[in-house]
């Protein structure tokens, strides 16, 4: 769930390919102020590639609400679970204090035991939904896993269950 009264967010690769590739990254943008995000994460986002949603990531950092920002080096114990991008990602929001865009198992896990704060892109878009941002979160889910991006069936149905939608 999005975190009330937070206008930043720092947001590891992951949900922003997701949300790009399903044409929703601008949800961020309807959602907090600025979305930050650390520099492997940038790297990670390949934005001079051809890869599905690189040119709306793009746009999105030449805007300014996609920030790139610069973070402090992550301890190894998080190097050694998971990757520079979730690691970076989980440094920035604990230094600054603000809650944490993350998807990916590992990346939570490390999250939680650092004791940030964060959500998931499902959370995201039932958070966009009540703020009626989008009609539904369905269409998006299927296109997201449609492109490539991995959700599994118990998970759908909990993001469904929580926006009130039909599970088939």
């Known amino acids: 769930m999005k975190p009330e ?27 907090f102020e600025q979305t930050l995000i650390p520099e492997a994460v940038l790297r990670e986002l390949c934005l ?39 690691a970076e990602a989980i440094t920035l929001a604990k230094r600054r204090n603000l809650p944490l865009l993350i998807d990916e198992t590992r ?9 940030i704060k964060f959500f998931g892109t499902g959370a995201l878009l039932i958070q966009a939904k009540r703020q009626k941002l989008i ?5 998006i889910v299927d296109l997201m896993q449609s492109s490539g991006y991995r959700i599994s069936a118990p998970l759908r149905q909990e993001i469904l269950k929580q926006a009130s939608e039909s599970l088939d």
Do not use: F, Y
């Not at 009264?5 to 959602?31: R, V």
């Not at 950092?61 to 402090?72: E, F, I, M, Q």
């Open 135 to 139: 009609p539904e979160v369905k269409s």
């Open 5 to 31: 009264g937070h206008q930043l967010i720092i947001a590891d690769t992951g949900p922003l390919i997701a949300l790009a590739i399903s044409g929703q990254l601008t949800l961020l943008q309807g959602l």
């Open 48 to 86: 001079d590639s051809s890869r599905s949603g690189a040119v709306a990531l793009a746009s999105a950092l030449a805007a300014g609400w996609l920030k790139k920002v610069t973070s402090s080096p992550p301890a190894k114990r998080l190097l050694n679970a998971i990757d520079a991008g979730e």
């Open 107 to 115: 990346g939570r896990t490390a999250a939680r035991k650092e004791g």
